[in-house]
């Protein structure tokens, strides 16, 4: 099958020929009809982290139509429509079961510890798929995995309720856009900072009350600070939190090294709580959401074969919301 390869790391990416060969048993082979791109995509290229085989397929988002299962799969046919939940685990362990799959000694994202779905089809554990959403086109099935399921499982971390107060730092990324949609849901009054004055604008219509511009003295109290990019707003995301605040980290764009103000942190009761991914129950309870009208934000749609245009939108970071690619042309090719 037709796919953008890594063939080195650090490197960059090239379309080539690999064969992922039928799928094994318990997983499933979908064909793509659209996957969407994330910082991981980036990151890939540096080298940071190093693939663990080469040649590597990025993409750690899609949605498409299953084409063949292994053995032992009775849940899912050929014909059917799905959306795939990237972050892999072997659904059947003691940590699977007690709705700690992100524990499980098989858990790995796809696109970075898996191979990844920029390509014609991907090898899947059939326990990661679900149906794709009625009345969401695929693009946007393929545009609220990742991000989607790392904002609610940090929310759900950070034991958001309603009437609390949210900061979301940096509102314009896929895991600031959905938890800004997520918190306003979910009863929060949510807050969002961005540099650009679009994004704030863009942040209100998903539910923000308020949108500030990143870096300044935020001057407010938060029981939740949402934040994704690290050492660069570190100190204005603590400063920001009230008495008894709950600060919720998944990423490090921005710096992974911070300096910790201990008694700040004791005196002020403050908790540092860190989330990557979530779950298979997080991900069935977020396409729910989905299904009944929670926002997924599509950015731009790119042709597949035009990947390293995609990447360098995301790479400048004019994007809100996702950049998806349409697997559109590779379909046309083969037919
Ligand atoms: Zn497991």
């Not at 039928?22 to 969407?36: D, H, T």
């Not at 360098?312 to 004019?318: D, I, K, T």
Request: contains cysteine; neutral net charge; proline residues 6%.
């Amino acid at each position: 099958m037709q796919a953008w390869l890594l063939q080195s790391s650090p490197g960059d990416y090239t379309r080539g020929e690999i064969d992922p060969g039928p799928p094994g048993p318990g997983r499933v082979s979908v064909r793509v009809v659209a996957s969407a791109l994330n910082h991981m995509d980036l990151w890939l290229r540096l080298g940071m982290p190093k693939p663990r085989v080469l040649p590597m397929v990025p993409g750690c988002d899609a949605a498409g139509v299953v084409e063949a299962v292994g053995t032992g799969v009775s849940s899912w046919a050929p014909g059917d429509e799905v959306v795939v939940n990237p972050s892999f685990a072997c659904g059947g362990c003691a940590r699977c079961l007690a709705d700690k799959s992100v524990h499980c000694p098989e858990w790995g994202i796809m696109g970075e510890h898996y191979p990844g779905a920029h390509a014609e089809s991907v090898v899947v554990p059939a326990a990661n798929l679900v149906r794709r959403p009625p009345g969401l086109s695929w693009e946007e099935a393929a545009s609220y995995g990742l991000c989607g399921l790392t904002a609610y499982r940090m929310l759900e971390r950070a034991r958001l309720r309603s009437g609390e107060r949210l900061l979301v730092v940096g509102a314009g990324g896929g895991v600031g856009a959905m938890a800004v949609a997520l918190g306003a849901r979910m009863g929060a009054e949510v807050l969002a900072t961005s540099r650009s004055a679009s994004k704030r604008q863009r942040a209100l219509e998903l539910g923000a009350r308020e949108a500030l511009p990143t870096g300044e003295d935020l001057r407010l109290q938060a029981d939740v600070v949402v934040d994704s990019a690290g050492s660069a707003t570190w100190q204005g995301s603590v400063r920001a939190l009230a008495p008894g605040g709950r600060l919720v980290l998944c990423g490090a764009t921005g710096g992974g090294r911070v300096e910790l103000n201990l008694p700040r942190l004791f005196f002020s009761q403050h908790e540092v709580i860190g989330s990557t991914m979530g779950t298979f129950r997080q991900f069935a309870e977020l396409t729910a959401m989905v299904a009944d009208g929670l926002p997924v934000v599509v950015d731009s749609v790119h042709a597949w074969s035009r990947y390293p245009e995609a990447l360098a939108r995301l790479e400048a970071a004019e994007q809100f919301g996702k950049v998806v690619l349409s697997h559109s042309d590779l379909a046309a090719g083969r037919s």
